[in-house]
């Protein structure tokens, strides 16, 4: 049993850390911050002084909607990828600032697995804990996609299938489209395919 002291000891360490976490999420915020500011700065400056940027230029009804960071709990770690990479493209995230967008993003056991894990990995790039992300929640999109679409075969119905080949094609954006479309054929049923 615990005593008194002991416990308050625990107290304290548990005040101590929730005091850090906090701090730590604040500079992560105003890391945020400190992007989306620069951005809406840059988006009003066209660079010759005038204050007019691109999107005052055209009008409202052409401008972007503001974005907000896609949030990554797990699930569908190759489209939050994705859909990441789009979101620093469009917002204009340095490299060194990936990371930490990366880390807010998160919830749930995404968060838990990333304290986990950079805690025992050296991080230094977006691509390397992109990586680990797949290797992680979604291990099956680091095989050869050329490999898995010939062996998926329809199981269910016609639409069950036609999502589990588009999720497994996602990566060969490149592909020819007759050969997708070969494969997808070849793997329904026989009934279907007549």
Same mark, same amino acid.
């Given at each position: 049993?615990?005593? &008194? ?130 290797? &992680? ?21 016609? %639409?069950?299938? &036609? ?12 592909? %020819? ?18």
């Amino acid at each position: 049993m615990a005593t &008194r002291k002991e416990i308050q000891e625990l107290q304290r360490l548990l005040e101590a850390e929730k005091f850090e976490s906090q701090r730590m999420m604040e500079e992560l915020l105003e890391t945020v911050r400190g992007m989306t500011l620069r951005n809406e700065h840059d988006q009003f400056h066209n660079g010759d002084g005038s204050g007019v940027g691109e999107d005052y230029k055209y009008g409202p009804k052409q401008k972007w909607r503001k974005l907000t960071i896609p949030i990554f709990d797990g699930e569908d770690a190759f489209g939050w990828t994705s859909r990441m990479e789009r979101y620093f493209e469009s917002e204009g995230v340095g490299d060194h600032e990936k990371i930490q967008a990366s880390m807010i993003a998160m919830e749930g056991k995404a968060l838990t697995w990333y304290k986990r894990w950079e805690f025992c990995a050296q991080i230094s790039t977006w691509e390397e804990l992109k990586t680990a992300i797949i290797r &992680r929640f979604e291990p099956s999109r680091l095989q050869n996609p050329y490999e898995l679409l010939p062996s998926l075969k329809q199981m269910g119905t016609v %639409e069950d299938y &036609r999502e589990q080949f588009e999720f497994n094609a996602g990566p060969l954006v490149r592909a %020819e489209k007759e050969y997708l479309k070969g494969i997808f054929v070849n793997g329904l049923k026989d009934v279907v395919k007549a």
